[in-house]
């Protein structure tokens, strides 16, 4: 075949967030995606109650679910408010990973807009709040705010003349004439939302706080403020200076980041109200159902059962393998299964002819056909693969292969142990009789099972050794060195597929070439990420930790983890992690400078009376700079003591905690199909000195 030098037009087999731009064959899954929608205008129509309904979409890996909910976004997002939740990570604080999620979506822009999610949400449900209260006033019909607008004045009807020909206006026309004018309107507008709240729900919990919140989000042009502002409706403390500026009061010490979490949801479920219906999608939740994870499932289905009862107006949808889903329905009670499980669209493989159309549209967006690319042989063992990704996957290599002459790799399937165990013993049973064969002979399957156990152990162990016979040998890590004492360096600046190549000895090649790919495209989709508003939780951080040492753990069996206590003072986020090669505490702290000082001295309480013990406390540098005195002077003398020390934790160092949680997460998730081992080997070896690897590294390759 003649050589093709294009861009691989296969290259993008997977949609990440449903805020992407990818080609889209809306005939496949249009009567699936028809039924979504369908609930959507359900909810639209139930003006009585405005009742939130559930959505399962199930489907194999690389079906298309993620995709389908871009489809979604791109049909809907210039009404309807769209957000997207990740897997929760941490079992104590799943309603809060919900709403950080939630603020993080907000601030996606509108496509062919210049405001975002958030400011659109606002702008209508703000106008119609203005709109019902000046048409009240006009009839003498209000009691709480009368007393203040006892007429309407010019401004007032300036800005109802104003709205009526754009909600957006409450941004683009007030305030034009000068600031001054600008702070008395939305003055007005924040005494008018307050009290059109308090007469429609009163004033409990922190929804009248909340709402203060967002009056001044969408009041502030400056980027700064509305990034102060930003951070306060996350929970987080402000600085003194930082509270001033915004004209706002940090919240209580002993308020709970669960509670007020869902009451900020449910305010913005209740503003929807005024607008459209929200679309809430979770989504890459199949490690939940891990047997490790079962009591962060058990907290997943309290939370989403919590956000049908109190947050109106709202689509609700759960993307799950089906084999996920059957193990939620055994799991939940029937009051979550039957809320979430209203509609349920399942995704199957398309037929040949719309795959083949498929792959027609990519290569003709850039500029080629698939007839000069493949042949008819590569065509049919592209189209002979399991899902959508697969096909553009294989098709990508093909493309590889048929431009650049780069090898085929080798199409196996990666079982996990329990899938291994499963097909053996179902091939005994079906020999010696059956379905019947787990009651009479429980103790010969229970034997089976640890036999081959033992087999793949001893096949798991002779594959280290392989891969150790190829390495160099180091020194053991000693936990004093265990990173430097300012910052942290990756030794990982860019992952160079060449410098990938030449590390990579104890990983198969074909296999190597897949991570070194996969690293290379995530740590620039993370370094693209790292500017945009993200909600630093160090709740969040920890389950990110935990589950990257359950990872190691799992296959290596070299981990534990606990706690560490000071009576009932409060400590830091924290976990002590107890490996082969070393003990480490990390902690995580993000708090104000005001609440910072008393956390961290109850942090060095521990490290001076556990010498035993390595300790490690970490601040994103994104987060302001400790500047207090008595915050120093703890920072000073856990740096000082020889079994501690402070990092302000760095772009870089960062990005490279992101990727490693990524990378098992995708795993977990089907998202990146390749051996778990196997990646986490290839971690070993081009991340040797990263902190978070030396932790976790075997003694044997230390």
Wanted: hydrophobic share 35%; with cysteine.
């Amino acid at each position: 075949m003649e050589k093709i030098t294009t861009t691989n037009p296969f290259s993008d087999s997977r949609v990440d967030t449903p805020f992407q731009n990818h080609l889209d064959l809306k005939e496949i899954f249009y009567d699936e995606f028809e039924r979504v929608k369908s609930v959507l205008g359900d909810i639209k129509n139930d003006v009585e109650n405005h009742q939130s309904k559930g959505a399962i979409v199930t489907g194999y890996p690389g079906t298309g679910k993620t995709h389908l909910m871009m489809r979604l976004a791109k049909d809907h997002l210039e009404h309807n408010r769209l957000l997207f939740i990740r897997q929760p990570n941490n079992l104590n604080s799943v309603l809060y990973h919900i709403y950080s999620r939630v603020l993080e979506s907000f601030v996606e822009k509108v496509p062919n807009s210049s405001y975002s999610q958030m400011e659109h949400l606002l702008a209508t449900s703000f106008s119609k709040i203005i709109h019902e209260t000046f048409l009240e006033i006009r009839n003498k019909k209000s009691t709480g705010i009368f007393d203040y607008f006892r007429k309407l004045t010019d401004k007032d009807r300036y800005l109802l003349k104003e709205l009526s020909v754009d909600p957006l206006n409450i941004y683009k026309k007030l305030g034009e004439d000068g600031a001054r004018n600008k702070r008395e309107y939305w003055q007005r507008i924040e005494i008018i939302i307050d009290g059109w709240w308090k007469r429609k729900y009163g004033d409990v919990g922190y929804s009248t706080s909340i709402l203060k919140g967002i009056v001044k989000f969408c009041s502030y042009s400056d980027a700064n403020k509305k990034k102060l502002v930003g951070k306060w409706l996350a929970a987080n403390e402000l600085e003194a200076q930082e509270l001033k500026s915004v004209d706002l009061k940090n919240w209580k010490e002993e308020s709970t980041k669960e509670a007020f979490s869902l009451d900020a949801m449910t305010v913005f479920g209740k503003l929807s109200m005024m607008d459209e219906p929200l679309i809430i999608i979770f989504d890459q939740l199949e490690a939940l159902g891990l047997d490790y994870n079962q009591n962060l499932l058990q907290s997943f289905g309290d939370s989403v059962k919590e956000l049908f009862t109190y947050v109106p107006n709202s689509l609700i949808i759960l993307n799950l393998f089906p084999d996920r889903w059957e193990h939620f329905k055994d799991f939940f009670d029937g009051s979550v299964i039957g809320r979430v499980s209203q509609c349920q669209v399942v995704l199957n493989k398309p037929t040949q002819e719309q795959l083949k159309k498929i792959l027609a549209v990519k290569a003709q967006a850039h500029g080629t056909d698939i007839d000069q690319l493949f042949t008819q042989d590569d065509l049919q063992d592209i189209l002979s693969q399991e899902s959508i990704r697969e096909v553009l996957n294989r098709a990508s290599h093909y493309y590889r292969f048929r431009t650049q002459g780069i090898p085929l790799p080798t199409i196996r399937q990666v079982k996990s142990f329990e899938d291994e165990v499963k097909e053996h013993l179902s091939g005994i049973k079906e020999q010696l009789g059956g379905s019947n064969l787990e009651q009479k002979n429980s103790s010969f399957e229970n034997e089976v099972r640890e036999g081959f156990k033992s087999i793949i152990n001893e096949i798991g162990l002779l594959r280290q050794l392989m891969a150790l016979s190829l390495q160099h040998t180091s020194t053991q890590i000693d936990p004093a060195l265990l990173v430097p004492s300012t910052s942290i360096t990756s030794p990982v600046q860019a992952l160079s597929l060449q410098k990938m190549s030449n590390v990579l000895e104890g990983t198969p090649q074909p296999m190597s070439q897949l991570i070194t790919d996969y690293l290379d495209r995530e740590r620039k989709l993370l370094e693209e990420e790292y500017e945009k508003l993200v909600i630093i939780s160090d709740s969040d951080d920890i389950g990110k930790l935990l589950n990257v040492a359950e990872a190691f753990n799992m296959l290596f069996k070299n981990v534990e983890v606990s706690y560490l206590k000071v009576g009932s003072r409060k400590l830091p986020e924290h976990v002590l992690i107890k490996a082969s090669t070393q003990s480490v505490v990390i902690g995580f702290l993000q708090v104000s400078d005001m609440v910072f000082p008393a956390r961290i001295k109850n942090f060095n309480g521990l490290v001076f009376n556990r010498k035993d013990l390595h300790f490690i406390l970490f601040r994103d540098v994104r987060e302001t700079t400790i500047t207090g005195k008595v915050g120093c002077d703890e920072i000073e003398k856990l740096n000082n003591a020889e079994n501690g020390q402070f990092i302000y934790m760095n772009k870089e160092s960062r990005i490279n905690f992101e990727l490693i949680y990524k990378l098992i997460v995708d795993i977990q998730n089907k998202d990146f199909e390749v051996n778990l081992e196997h990646a986490l080997i290839t971690l070993e070896s081009l991340m040797s000195d990263y902190w978070l690897i030396q932790i976790f590294k075997r003694p044997e390759i230390s």
